[in-house]
């Protein structure tokens, strides 16, 4: 498709569980970013990796989180030893590294995570 | 510490009139801002914004101000449409190419 798609669309998990969510980037995009929006709050900046460079981690919570990217393309978070806080919408969004506004970025739908 | 505030959670305003968003900011290294719409089950797309070289931007029915010495930016929308009604995020960033940070969201309800 041609736009950010992002999988799962819903997971509903036990706490103490890990979680795997996955992000497809729009094509030629090399900058990928990682947010989560928990209820009632605003986009939180969790991590952003750009081409081959060392990927901006400060937004992580703790070592529970982590993020991979293939090169230019997917990218997967996991969440470890899940807690109840961890519940929100993790949102994936994509730009091209030389858009002339570099802070556009395109959004997937979201992967809404309930941590029971 | 939140960078970016948008106080006010909610607003509705009747179609044809204006909408007005808020949103303040603290850091001012920020120079580039932005503002997004986000529709239930959708996630935000971009919709207009204004670096800190302009204090106006705008963009058929979409304006932003920016108001550097005050740190407080606002969207207007006028006429305002029913289609309008979503969550209107602000976000900002230091020279365009950092991550955004955004606000907390206002819901904008437009009535028919």
């Known amino acids: 498709g041609a736009g950010v798609s992002q999988s799962p669309s819903n997971k509903v998990t036990e706490k103490g569980k890990d979680v795997e969510l996955r992000c497809d980037p729009i094509?030629?995009?090399?900058?990928l970013y990682w947010y989560r929006q928990r209820l009632g709050q605003g986009l939180e900046f969790l991590i952003y990796?750009?081409?081959?460079?060392?990927?901006?981690k400060s937004g992580l919570p703790s070592d529970r989180f982590s993020a991979e990217r293939t090169g230019e393309s997917v990218s997967t978070l996991t969440i470890q030893r899940t807690q109840q806080e961890d519940s929100a919408v993790y949102l994936c969004?994509?730009?091209?590294?030389?858009?002339?506004?570099?802070?556009?970025?395109?959004f997937g739908e979201g992967s809404r995570l309930t941590v029971l | 510490d939140q960078q970016v505030k948008q106080n006010s959670p909610s607003l509705s305003v009747q179609e044809g009139r204006i909408s007005i968003l808020n949103c303040d900011y603290t850091n001012s290294m920020f120079d580039y801002f932005l503002w997004y719409k986000k529709y239930p089950a959708e996630g935000p797309t971009f919709l207009i914004s204004?670096?800190?070289?302009?204090d106006k931007n705008e963009d058929g029915r979409f304006t932003v101000f920016l108001n550097k010495s005050a740190k407080h930016l606002s969207l207007h929308i006028v006429p305002s449409q029913p289609g309008d009604s979503a969550v209107y995020f602000c976000a900002a960033s230091v020279k365009g190419n950092t991550p955004l940070v955004f606000g907390k969201g206002t819901r904008l309800s437009v009535i028919a």
């Open positions: 094509s030629g995009h090399t900058a």
């Open positions: 990796f750009q081409g081959n460079s060392a990927p901006d």
């Open positions: 204004i670096s800190s070289i302009k």
């Open positions: 969004a994509s730009s091209a590294r030389l858009a002339p506004k570099a802070g556009e970025l395109f």
